[in-house]
């Protein structure tokens, strides 16, 4: 009995040592069969051209390319700095010729010697070399490739914008420089500055001050900013500061500042009072009504007691006459006696 026991102890180290030279042989094998049967990681094309391809699984930029040439694709430039664009997809046509065609007019790219002009390259013309951007290069560029009995075009849009500003914006100057107001009566400014292409770090302001402090908003001053970019993406703001119900408080010099983070500029306006103006107070008009109220008092006390004059002279008059005609009868009466 100790015999088997002592063969079966044998026997199970001699599996597990086995077992255990059958793993540690057998691991870099299988794990190189698994990775040849795995699918391979997609890898982008090394002519690839900002393209929106669709990228799913194994990259094929020609997949449904005659379909996907429909799009317009987009390029931006900066300009000043040199731009390449390509036809789109062009790597997927064989023994073709390209005619370029911008805002659909064909472009004249004759050789020159011109370090500045547009120039064709690559095998089948489908490339347009840009060696420093002009505003006046963008735009929609159409490229028609063709071999004599098939014909393709792509389109390509180009923009070009202006580079980033470094430098403090620019003003013009404040619309009307000078006013001259009366009390009461209204004022309007409008500032107008440039601040060129706008970095991620420029942080573009216009504000106005006055005796050092902001102008803000309130019941009588109101602020009205604006701004626009242009087509080559400069920025162009406008405030207008518009003051109702002038008071002596409200003259004297406004600035208005554009300020960015490389400088600031600024440009003032005079607000200056014109003493020929009627000024008419507050509360004036009520106060007149109730002046023309007592006076249209006194004049109907005045009215009361002249008729109260009349009707007493007219009386005493009245009572006159008839005392005289009284003495005048009996006066008549008396004289036939006297004649007897």
Not at 99 to 104: A, D, K, Q, S, V
Not at 179 to 199: D, H, P, W
Not at 214 to 241: E, I, Q, Y
């Amino acid at each position: 009995m100790r015999s088997l026991q002592m063969y079966c102890a044998k026997t199970s180290r001699g599996v597990l040592m086995c077992a255990w030279l059958f793993l540690w042989a057998g691991t870099p094998c299988l794990s190189a069969a698994v990775l040849d049967n795995a699918a391979p990681s997609p890898v982008p094309p090394a002519d690839y051209h900002n393209y929106d391809y669709d990228y799913y699984g194994d990259y094929n930029a020609c997949l449904n390319w005659q379909t996907n040439i429909q799009e317009i694709y987009l390029e931006r430039a900066t300009v000043g700095e040199p731009m390449t664009i390509r036809c789109p997809f062009s790597e997927c046509w064989d023994g073709y010729s390209t005619t370029w065609y911008r805002n659909g007019v064909q472009l004249k790219l004759n050789p020159t010697t011109d370090v500045d002009d547009v120039t064709q390259s690559g095998d089948a013309g489908e490339q347009l070399q840009f060696p420093r951007v002009l505003q006046e290069d963008a735009g929609a560029y159409t490229c028609q490739m063709t071999n004599g009995t098939h014909t393709f075009v792509g389109n390509v849009q180009l923009d070009a914008t202006n580079p980033y500003s470094t430098t403090p914006p620019s003003m013009e100057p404040v619309d009307p420089p000078k006013l001259q107001r009366g009390v009461g009566e209204n004022a309007t400014f409008v500032c107008r500055a440039s601040y060129g292409v706008i970095g991620p770090a420029t942080f573009p302001q216009l504000y106005w001050i006055k005796n050092n402090t902001f102008v803000k908003n309130s019941n009588r001053v109101v602020l009205r900013p604006s701004s626009r970019t242009d087509s080559a993406g400069s920025l162009h703001m406008n405030v207008s500061l518009s003051i109702h119900h002038l008071l002596d408080e409200d003259f004297g010099q406004y600035t208005c500042i554009a300020h960015t983070t490389f400088g600031w500029t600024a440009q003032n306006a005079t607000l200056e009072k014109d003493e020929s103006v009627l000024v008419i107070e507050r509360g004036f008009f009520e106060k007149a009504r109730k002046d023309v109220a007592g006076i249209t008092v006194l004049w109907l006390l005045s009215i009361v007691v002249l008729i109260s004059i009349a009707a007493m002279v007219t009386l005493a008059v009245g009572i006159h006459i008839h005392q005289r005609d009284d003495r005048k009868a009996l006066h008549k009466e008396e004289k036939p006696q006297d004649a007897v």
